[in-house]
Structures are given as C-alpha cells and as structure tokens.
C-alpha cells in the first residue's frame, strides 16, 4: 500500500499562502501499518477508528472518500505502530499540488476528486499544480 514519495520533502512543503498553521492544522493519529509517509501524502479518515490512513480509492473503511482527503503535514513512520501527526485539515490555503503524494496507481481522476474535495475544505490546489 505504500505510495511514490520523495524523502527530502521538508514539513508543509506543499503549503502556498495559508492561514495561520495552527487554524488549518490538526493533530490527527496515523494508522498503523500505513508505513513510512512523507509530506505532502493524501491520507483520510478511516471511519470505524477515527485514525487517517492513505486515501485508497480500493478500501471501503472510510479511507476510499474524498470526503474523508486531507494533507499530511510532517514525515511519519507507522510501519508498525499508530503515529501522532499533523495533517491539513481546512483552509483556507493554497497548495502546490506537484508536492502532493498518491497511493501508486491511483486514476487521475480519483486524483481530481481528492483535489475537489480538499478545495471544498479551502485548501485550494492550484489549477497550474493539477498534477494530471
């Protein structure tokens, strides 16, 4: 279930113009078994246990919405065990999504609901950034 990622991605590094990082930031819980997850990595919330895995169009545990999409903050390692972390949770703020993370081989289209829903959450991908 691991995604495509970049290891030199500092914390935020997908964050354009944003509110204070505070408003538009939460402590979440990282399921896990979900790996080691970089910024800037789509993830959402698992219904049944309230904790964030990676957005998997596949799953139906709550994690497959776009409803559910936020935006990892900081690196994490939840190979084995459930991680405190930080993720985007509402805007407003723009992000660059060329520093968005996917589940490999995730459709472009799940890729643009995911960004759709986040935009009704006020965190704006900008069209340039669309990524497809």
């Not at 968005?100 to 759709?116: D, F, H």
């Amino acid at each position: 279930m691991p995604a495509v990622t970049f290891e030199n991605r500092r914390d935020g590094c997908y964050l354009g113009e944003s509110a204070a990082l505070n408003i538009i930031n939460e402590e979440i819980v990282v399921a896990s078994g979900q790996g080691v997850l970089f910024p800037g990595t789509v993830i959402a919330k698992i219904t049944a246990s309230g904790k964030y895995g990676i957005h998997d169009t596949a799953l139906s545990d709550g994690s497959q919405l776009p409803a559910n999409a936020v935006i990892l903050f900081n690196r994490v390692d939840a190979t084995s065990a459930d991680v405190k972390a930080v993720a985007s949770v509402r805007g407003p703020a723009t992000i660059n999504g060329n520093m968005l993370t996917y589940k490999a081989g995730m459709s472009n289209a799940a890729k643009i609901a995911a960004r759709n829903a986040l935009r009704v959450k006020g965190l704006a991908v900008l069209p340039q950034h669309a990524g497809e």
